[in-house]
């Protein structure tokens, strides 16, 4: 059974930083990436990243803010957010995706996810 474990969520003030960081177990992924979701909203696709390649994939809104990275063979993959806004207040949700897909920005496309880590940045 697969499980991908979240850690790194908390409460930061408008201009400062953190770091979320996720880890899969069981079997190998193409992708992994992260999802947001704030109250009265869809959740809305952040960033991923392609292992063939580490190909990273951003939405605009975080673009220049924003980092993925990770590693295939830990099977973990984190988001080092700087700059945060208030506007980025979410639960922050690690997904993972287990054959190619074109639509990574789509969340119906990945196949696991984790149980979500809240992110509060305070104006």
């Known amino acids: 059974q697969v499980q991908l474990v979240e850690s790194g969520g908390g409460l930061v003030q408008a201009g400062g930083s953190l770091r979320l960081s996720c880890v899969a177990s069981?079997?190998?992924?193409?992708?992994m990436g992260w999802f947001r979701q704030a109250p009265g909203k869809e959740r809305e696709f952040v960033a991923a990243?392609?292992?063939?390649?580490?190909?990273?994939y951003y939405a605009d809104s975080v673009k220049g803010r924003f980092t993925i990275s990770g590693d295939n063979a830990k099977k973990m993959v984190s988001l080092q957010m700087n700059t945060l806004k208030p506007e980025d207040t979410a639960v922050y949700y690690c997904?993972?995706?287990?054959?190619?897909?074109?639509?990574?920005?789509?969340?119906?496309?990945?196949?696991?996810w984790g149980q979500g880590t809240l992110v509060t940045v305070s104006s």
């Open positions: 997904a993972a995706r287990w054959s190619y897909s074109s639509a990574l920005y789509n969340s119906r496309v990945w196949d696991a």
């Open positions: 069981g079997r190998s992924s193409y992708a």
């Open positions: 990243i392609k292992w063939s390649g580490n190909i990273p």
